[in-house]
Protein backbone atom coordinates (compact mmCIF):
# COMPACT_ATOMS: atom_id res chain seq x y z
CA UNK A 1 0.00 0.00 0.00
CA UNK A 2 2.52 3.13 0.67
CA UNK A 3 4.61 1.80 -2.24
CA UNK A 4 1.40 2.74 -4.58
CA UNK A 5 0.59 6.04 -2.64
CA UNK A 6 4.28 6.93 -3.51
CA UNK A 7 3.75 5.94 -6.89
CA UNK A 8 0.08 7.75 -7.33
CA UNK A 9 1.88 10.41 -5.71
CA UNK A 10 4.85 10.91 -7.72
CA UNK A 11 2.72 10.25 -10.92
CA UNK A 12 0.70 13.31 -10.01
CA UNK A 13 3.56 15.59 -9.44
CA UNK A 14 4.76 14.32 -12.71
CA UNK A 15 1.86 15.14 -14.32
CA UNK A 16 0.65 18.50 -12.42
CA UNK A 17 4.61 19.33 -13.59
CA UNK A 18 4.11 18.52 -17.84
CA UNK A 19 0.69 20.13 -17.36
CA UNK A 20 2.08 23.37 -15.59
CA UNK A 21 4.27 23.25 -18.40
CA UNK A 22 1.59 23.59 -21.11
CA UNK A 23 -0.39 25.20 -19.32
CA UNK A 24 1.83 28.47 -18.49
CA UNK A 25 -0.65 31.27 -18.38
CA UNK A 26 -3.80 29.03 -16.59
CA UNK A 27 -4.90 31.09 -13.69
CA UNK A 28 -5.47 28.90 -10.73
CA UNK A 29 -9.51 28.37 -9.73
CA UNK A 30 -11.20 26.73 -6.68
CA UNK A 31 -13.80 26.83 -4.52
CA UNK A 32 -14.70 26.47 -1.01
CA UNK A 33 -18.02 24.35 0.30
CA UNK A 34 -20.14 24.66 3.42
CA UNK A 35 -22.89 22.53 4.37
CA UNK A 36 -25.39 20.61 6.47
CA UNK A 37 -25.51 16.68 6.52
CA UNK A 38 -27.50 13.85 7.68
CA UNK A 39 -26.00 10.37 8.33
CA UNK A 40 -27.79 6.98 8.58
CA UNK A 41 -25.67 3.75 9.54
CA UNK A 42 -26.61 0.09 9.02
CA UNK A 43 -24.86 -2.84 10.51
CA UNK A 44 -26.93 -5.92 10.05
CA UNK A 45 -25.48 -8.64 11.64
CA UNK A 46 -24.94 -6.92 14.61
CA UNK A 47 -28.14 -5.06 14.77
CA UNK A 48 -26.93 -1.46 14.94
CA UNK A 49 -28.85 1.53 13.38
CA UNK A 50 -27.68 5.10 14.82
CA UNK A 51 -28.48 7.98 12.91
CA UNK A 52 -28.13 11.62 12.87
CA UNK A 53 -26.75 14.92 11.36
CA UNK A 54 -23.81 17.15 11.46
CA UNK A 55 -21.83 19.31 8.78
CA UNK A 56 -18.45 19.52 6.98
CA UNK A 57 -16.65 21.79 4.66
CA UNK A 58 -14.76 20.99 1.53
CA UNK A 59 -12.29 22.49 -0.54
CA UNK A 60 -10.60 21.97 -4.10
CA UNK A 61 -8.38 24.07 -6.01
CA UNK A 62 -7.69 23.50 -9.73
CA UNK A 63 -3.82 23.79 -10.57
CA UNK A 64 -4.08 23.43 -14.54
CA UNK A 65 -6.43 22.74 -16.95
CA UNK A 66 -6.26 18.92 -16.24
CA UNK A 67 -4.94 18.39 -12.60
CA UNK A 68 -6.47 19.69 -9.20
CA UNK A 69 -6.42 19.06 -5.52
CA UNK A 70 -9.11 19.08 -2.56
CA UNK A 71 -10.01 18.30 0.65
CA UNK A 72 -12.72 17.69 2.78
CA UNK A 73 -13.62 17.35 6.60
CA UNK A 74 -16.89 16.73 8.25
CA UNK A 75 -18.48 15.32 11.64
CA UNK A 76 -21.73 13.98 12.12
CA UNK A 77 -23.21 13.17 16.07
CA UNK A 78 -25.81 9.97 15.71
CA UNK A 79 -27.43 8.13 17.75
CA UNK A 80 -29.89 5.00 18.77
CA UNK A 81 -32.08 4.49 21.78
CA UNK A 82 -33.03 0.64 20.76
CA UNK A 83 -29.62 -0.60 19.88
CA UNK A 84 -29.21 -4.72 21.44
CA UNK A 85 -26.62 -4.76 23.92
CA UNK A 86 -25.17 -8.02 22.39
CA UNK A 87 -23.65 -5.46 19.53
CA UNK A 88 -21.99 -4.16 22.40
CA UNK A 89 -20.64 -7.49 24.03
CA UNK A 90 -23.15 -6.77 27.21
CA UNK A 91 -25.61 -10.05 26.92
CA UNK A 92 -29.52 -9.34 26.61
CA UNK A 93 -31.49 -6.54 26.69
CA UNK A 94 -31.36 -2.59 24.92
CA UNK A 95 -29.13 0.02 25.15
CA UNK A 96 -29.07 3.62 24.47
CA UNK A 97 -26.16 5.39 22.99
CA UNK A 98 -24.72 8.31 20.91
CA UNK A 99 -21.71 8.06 17.75
CA UNK A 100 -19.13 10.35 17.34
CA UNK A 101 -18.24 10.26 13.50
CA UNK A 102 -15.41 12.24 11.52
CA UNK A 103 -14.04 11.94 8.54
CA UNK A 104 -11.13 13.33 6.46
CA UNK A 105 -9.51 13.38 2.61
CA UNK A 106 -6.82 14.68 0.95
CA UNK A 107 -5.98 13.88 -2.24
CA UNK A 108 -5.62 14.98 -6.25
CA UNK A 109 -6.60 13.42 -9.91
CA UNK A 110 -6.77 14.61 -13.31
CA UNK A 111 -9.73 15.60 -14.99
CA UNK A 112 -10.11 15.37 -19.00
CA UNK A 113 -12.90 17.90 -21.15
CA UNK A 114 -14.69 16.16 -23.50
CA UNK A 115 -15.10 18.08 -26.83
CA UNK A 116 -18.08 17.09 -28.30
CA UNK A 117 -20.35 17.30 -25.29
CA UNK A 118 -20.30 19.42 -22.01
CA UNK A 119 -19.12 16.72 -19.61
CA UNK A 120 -15.51 16.54 -17.69
CA UNK A 121 -14.35 13.01 -16.91
CA UNK A 122 -12.37 12.47 -13.65
CA UNK A 123 -10.23 10.49 -11.35
CA UNK A 124 -8.67 10.80 -8.11
CA UNK A 125 -6.71 9.21 -5.25
CA UNK A 126 -7.26 10.91 -1.67
CA UNK A 127 -5.96 9.47 1.69
CA UNK A 128 -9.46 8.80 3.76
CA UNK A 129 -9.59 8.96 7.66
CA UNK A 130 -12.48 7.79 9.52
CA UNK A 131 -12.85 8.15 13.62
CA UNK A 132 -15.79 6.99 15.77
CA UNK A 133 -16.42 7.22 19.62
CA UNK A 134 -19.25 5.62 21.28
CA UNK A 135 -20.43 8.36 23.83
CA UNK A 136 -23.21 8.17 26.44
CA UNK A 137 -23.86 4.41 26.48
CA UNK A 138 -26.57 3.39 29.19
CA UNK A 139 -28.34 0.49 29.95
CA UNK A 140 -32.43 0.76 29.19
CA UNK A 141 -33.77 0.43 33.14
CA UNK A 142 -29.97 0.11 34.18
CA UNK A 143 -26.92 2.71 34.85
CA UNK A 144 -24.98 4.32 32.51
CA UNK A 145 -22.31 2.41 31.14
CA UNK A 146 -19.59 5.35 29.93
CA UNK A 147 -18.18 6.01 26.64
CA UNK A 148 -15.32 4.36 24.47
CA UNK A 149 -12.43 4.10 22.89
CA UNK A 150 -11.37 6.43 19.88
CA UNK A 151 -11.55 3.98 17.24
CA UNK A 152 -9.39 5.30 13.56
CA UNK A 153 -10.07 3.94 10.43
CA UNK A 154 -7.25 5.22 8.07
CA UNK A 155 -6.48 4.22 4.00
CA UNK A 156 -6.73 5.32 0.33
CA UNK A 157 -9.60 5.40 -1.94
CA UNK A 158 -9.52 5.46 -5.56
CA UNK A 159 -12.56 7.30 -7.26
CA UNK A 160 -13.81 7.91 -11.17
CA UNK A 161 -16.57 10.03 -12.44
CA UNK A 162 -18.59 12.40 -14.90
CA UNK A 163 -19.37 15.93 -14.50
CA UNK A 164 -21.69 17.61 -16.63
CA UNK A 165 -20.78 21.34 -17.68
CA UNK A 166 -24.06 22.72 -18.74
CA UNK A 167 -25.20 26.59 -18.29
CA UNK A 168 -27.82 26.10 -15.93
CA UNK A 169 -26.71 23.43 -13.62
CA UNK A 170 -24.50 20.81 -13.32
CA UNK A 171 -25.14 16.77 -12.51
CA UNK A 172 -21.85 14.71 -11.32
CA UNK A 173 -21.56 11.63 -10.04
CA UNK A 174 -18.29 8.64 -9.40
CA UNK A 175 -17.95 5.32 -8.16
CA UNK A 176 -15.06 4.28 -6.22
CA UNK A 177 -13.35 1.62 -3.58
CA UNK A 178 -11.40 2.19 0.05
CA UNK A 179 -8.85 0.66 1.25
CA UNK A 180 -8.89 1.15 4.78
CA UNK A 181 -6.50 -0.43 8.21
CA UNK A 182 -9.83 -1.77 9.62
CA UNK A 183 -12.41 -1.56 6.79
CA UNK A 184 -12.53 -1.65 3.14
CA UNK A 185 -15.43 -1.85 0.27
CA UNK A 186 -17.31 0.58 -2.94
CA UNK A 187 -18.59 3.78 -2.73
CA UNK A 188 -20.81 5.89 -4.98
CA UNK A 189 -21.33 9.34 -5.06
CA UNK A 190 -23.84 11.62 -6.82
CA UNK A 191 -24.67 15.68 -6.52
CA UNK A 192 -26.66 18.45 -8.22
CA UNK A 193 -25.35 21.97 -8.20
CA UNK A 194 -27.85 25.05 -9.29
CA UNK A 195 -26.46 28.68 -9.76
CA UNK A 196 -27.76 30.88 -6.70
CA UNK A 197 -26.26 33.74 -7.93
CA UNK A 198 -22.71 34.93 -9.31
CA UNK A 199 -19.79 32.37 -8.87
CA UNK A 200 -22.58 30.72 -6.08
CA UNK A 201 -23.88 27.20 -5.77
CA UNK A 202 -26.14 25.60 -4.05
CA UNK A 203 -25.65 21.90 -4.26
CA UNK A 204 -27.35 18.45 -2.69
CA UNK A 205 -25.04 15.49 -2.27
CA UNK A 206 -25.66 11.96 -1.64
CA UNK A 207 -22.79 9.31 -0.84
CA UNK A 208 -23.18 5.47 -0.05
CA UNK A 209 -20.71 3.25 1.94
CA UNK A 210 -20.34 -0.25 1.73
CA UNK A 211 -17.91 -1.21 3.79
CA UNK A 212 -16.73 -4.66 5.50
CA UNK A 213 -14.52 -5.20 8.37
CA UNK A 214 -11.30 -6.42 7.72
CA UNK A 215 -11.09 -10.20 9.36
CA UNK A 216 -15.05 -10.10 10.08
CA UNK A 217 -18.40 -10.72 8.31
CA UNK A 218 -20.29 -7.36 9.52
CA UNK A 219 -20.73 -4.93 7.19
CA UNK A 220 -21.20 -1.38 8.02
CA UNK A 221 -23.57 0.69 5.14
CA UNK A 222 -23.66 4.01 5.30
CA UNK A 223 -26.03 6.52 3.95
CA UNK A 224 -24.74 10.29 4.15
CA UNK A 225 -26.91 13.61 2.48
CA UNK A 226 -25.59 16.61 2.33
CA UNK A 227 -26.97 20.18 1.25
CA UNK A 228 -25.21 23.22 1.16
CA UNK A 229 -23.92 26.18 -0.33
CA UNK A 230 -20.16 26.21 -2.94
CA UNK A 231 -18.45 29.60 -3.61
CA UNK A 232 -16.04 29.91 -6.80
CA UNK A 233 -13.19 32.02 -6.86
Known amino acids: MKKLLLYGT ?3 ALCASFAGQADAYFIPRGNVALYGSYMDQRDGVAGTNPDGGGGGVQLGLSLTRNFFI ?3 YQYDYLSQSD ?13 SYGEKVGQARAGGGLVFHTPL ?3 DVF ?3 EYTHYDYQTVHATS ?3 GPLGNSDRVNDDGVGFHAGLQTRAPGFSIY ?3 GYLELSKSEGPEFNVGFMLPLAPLTWGFIEYRYDDLRYVGYSDRNETSDVRAGVRLSF
Open 10 to 12: AAG
Open 70 to 72: GGS
Open 83 to 95: APASAFGLGGGQI
Open 117 to 119: APL
Open 123 to 125: GKV
Open 140 to 142: NGG
Open 173 to 175: GSL
